[in-house]
T-cell receptor
Framework: LAKTTQPISMDSYEGQEVNITCSHN???????ITWYQQFPSQGPRFIIQ???TKVTNEVASLFIPADRKSSTLSLPRVSLSDTAVYYC?????????????FGTGTQLKVEL | NAGVTQTPKFQVLKTGQSMTLQCAQD?????MYWYRQDPGMGLRLIYY???????DKGEVPNGYNVSRLNKREFSLRLESAAPSQTSVYFC????????????FGNGTRLTVT
């Protein structure tokens, strides 16, 4: 299973765009990349998922280069409510790919 | 639609006591998971069940047992609690395999004194 590496923490201000990069050098051909957001005292929740190139939804964008060894979560115009821990998870899609382990995550702090 | 429900929300145990954490999901998911999260740390996988009738060890299985009671329910048992097991425990579920994301419960906060 591919391991992931993320920055431990990031700081930003309201209204700025935030980009969090995750490194997954050993990603396998069938692996998808999924990002989760976790607020204090809550379980993580799904934000976005992708396999290659770019994916966008109402919350975020996910950029994946051609070699897929990294991915970048982009949060446009963050607000105070985006202060949370963000996890990148790489899990394979083959039949045995159910052992899903998280990395350390990135603590994003948004200030006024 | 309740999603993933965990009980209890809070529990205090004395060292050596036993207890079972309950988890149920109503999304008809095949796979279920137990994670623990220590203060200021990430999530660590304890056990998982890829499908009804199967269970497998995760990263930190020592001191725990699990039971996949049926498709809906996946319980985690501490036979003899230790202070090192003080943590927040999260249950999650998803469709088996594929790219389907995890759906988490709100956690059980366990303190062992």
């Amino acid at each position: 299973l591919a391991k992931t590496t993320q920055p431990i923490s990031m700081d930003s201000y309201e209204g700025q765009e935030v980009n969090i990069t995750c490194s997954h050098n050993n990603i396998a051909t069938n692996d998808y990349i999924t990002w989760y957001q976790q607020f204090p005292s809550q379980g993580p929740r799904f934000i976005i998922q992708g396999y290659k190139t770019k994916v966008t939804n109402e919350v975020a964008s996910l950029f994946i280069p051609a070699d897929r060894k990294s991915s970048t979560l982009s949060l446009p115009r963050v607000s105070l409510s985006d202060t949370a821990v963000y996890y990148c998870l790489v899990g394979d899609t083959t039949g045995g790919g159910n052992k899903l382990t998280f990395g350390t995550g990135t603590q994003l702090k948004v200030e006024l | 639609n309740a999603g993933v429900t965990q009980t209890p929300k809070f529990q205090v145990l004395k060292t050596g006591q036993s207890m079972t954490l309950q988890c149920a999901q109503d999304m008809n998911h095949n796979s279920m998971y137990w994670y623990r999260q220590d203060p200021g740390m990430g999530l660590r996988l304890i056990y998982y069940s890829a499908s009804e009738g199967t269970t497998d060890k995760g990263e930190v299985p020592n001191g725990y047992n699990v039971s996949r009671l049926n498709k809906r329910e996946f319980s985690l048992r501490l036979e003899s609690a230790a202070p090192s097991q003080t943590s927040v425990y999260f249950c999650a579920s998803r469709e088996q395999g594929g790219s389907s994301p995890l759906h988490f419960g709100n956690g059980t906060r366990l303190t062992v004194t």
